[in-house]
């Protein structure tokens, strides 16, 4: 079980025991486990955040049918903000105050007052304040009485309540937000809200001409607007000016338009800085409306820019909760970094990577992109890359990882892997991690210039073909060569050691390996590995041998003659520390190699 499958469980068990009067039936084990591999739980991005993964438990109870695969952070908060409004309504229907209305008018007036909560939420957001001040409190008692709702009711259900003493001794009731999230979510519907009313100039582009009606936004005067737009958009002049305000200054927003000119002219905020605004501007771009134009869609992701968003997944985090719009991929394009020349493939301004979980984040935005490199890098099937094949045409394919072939090597998927290397083919490949097929080595016997291959070898005819590989290729800038092999293969498919490439690192993973198979993992060593050679780790992933097995495995290697290697891995639930501690002296009197425990855990079945 992940670590996000196993705080699902624990949440939904903490829920069950806090709320043992709930009419609800609680979700069973078999119900859980389906909803965790329906959505994706433990590799798509947004649920590496506590906060998704307890709205994910809340809604487990109410309305699972409502969450799939495709559900993006902003459905989620969506969601969860249309069950409390749900709840509320029910409460209301029983409520003295307001059961006499009919669903329309109670929906009207909660959507007003939900108006005002927003402005003041988003005030509090700029003042780095979780609970609202006695003023915003006031105002939004006040707009319950307006609009005959009940302010107890009302509060208590988008926020959390409790009662302080005041130096006086006098009880305070304080409300806070439940998390620093709904309440960037609260800003973002604040300036959508603003934006949807916005009246639209005679002129096109005039926004000094704007009025706001939207209430809690209505406040905002011609002149104030005027004022602000007069001071923000004229070039500063700071001669004169203290460090302190020179350092305010840069601190304001450089981006203009009506998002930003919103948030400068609500009453009663703090200062505006967008590097505390990141999480709010992402949600705001999560939740634009189809119908806005691409200039606004524009001006959000230039202010998501300035707010810091810089990386690649950052940007690619946006895309995925806007659901690939065009409008927004388009925007993003203009500020995603492309590759540069001689920078590690890990780098930002390195080869672009593709993982699975970015497949339809890079469908789209590969046509908008220039030409640039880029690295396939996939745990499940390969098949599943299909969809980005034509959208790659455009760029050269530098590296092909599929690593799942390599912890796991079977036959079965090499014609899959054959079909796709057959299609992002290029001369430049650098990178390959996979089996080894004929198809495989005639492409790869025509590569200029392999980095690091990875090949696992499940047959005695792959044993061939790496040998072949190995006897005919050129491997001038290799730097690493991993060779996973598992029982299937007999020592006698291993013809030769790896010679001819002594300036690089040879990673031998042997699969596997029991009590019975000590004396084909040694034979499987000796065959492959070249006394000339510099470098050379032997790995044992899903090795069951014991502190008296790898005894026997050091002295048999030894008695081969097997001392030019660098280190051992064995599984750590193979043996203690203590035995690990003792096995390591032994590992070094006799192969002058140290032997370290490991996890293993991409390698567990």
Known sequence: MGQREDFLHRYLDELHKTCPGTTLTPPTTDDINQCIKQLDVETKEHFRLPLNLSIVAILMYSWPDKMNRNTTQTELYSLIHELTLEKLDKRLIDNDLTKHFDRRTRLDKVENWLSALYCEMFIALTHDQLTLQEESVNKLRSKCDTLDLPPDEMMAAFMETRTVKTFRGCDLDCYSVPHKGFQERYGALYIIQGIKQLEKPEESGNVTNIVVSTPGVGQILRSKMQNLIKKFKKPKETRGCSARQLEELQQQPKETGNVINIMRATPGIGQIQLSKMQNLLQMLVGMIPHDWDSIMVKEVVNLLQEAGVNRRDQWLDVIEDTKCSEKVV?????????????????????????????????????????????????????????????????????????????????????????????????????????????????????????????????????????????????????????????????????????????????WLHLLDVTDERVSWACEMVANLINPSQRGYTIWFPRSTLDEAGWIRMIQDLWRRGIKNIWGMWVPETSISSDQAHQLDNICLNTLGASLYRRDFNNWKK
């Open 330 to 506: 388009k925007a993003i394009a203009d500020h995603f970094p492309l590759p540069r020349a001689s920078v590690s493939a890990w780098d930002d301004n390195g080869p672009i990577v593709i993982e699975d979980g970015r497949i339809a984040a890079y469908e789209k935005l590969l046509y908008i992109l220039p030409p640039t490199q880029v690295i396939l890098d996939i745990v499940g099937n390969p098949a599943s890359l299909n969809c980005l094949l034509a959208s790659l045409d455009r760029h050269v394919c530098i590296g092909l990882r599929h690593r799942q072939t390599y912890y796991h090597p079977t036959e079965d998927i090499h014609p899959i892997v054959d079909q796709l290397l057959s299609k992002v083919w290029s001369p430049d490949l650098s990178v390959y991690i996979g089996p080894l097929s004929d198809y495989v080595l005639s492409r790869l016997q025509r590569v200029r210039s392999l980095r690091e291959i990875r090949l696992s070898i499940s047959s005695n005819h792959q044993a061939t073909l790496l040998m072949e590989l190995i006897i005919s290729t050129s491997f001038k800038d290799l730097e690493d060569l991993y060779v996973a092999v598992t029982p299937e293969v007999q020592p006698a498919a291993i013809t030769t050691n790896i010679p001819g490439i002594d300036n690089i690192w040879v």
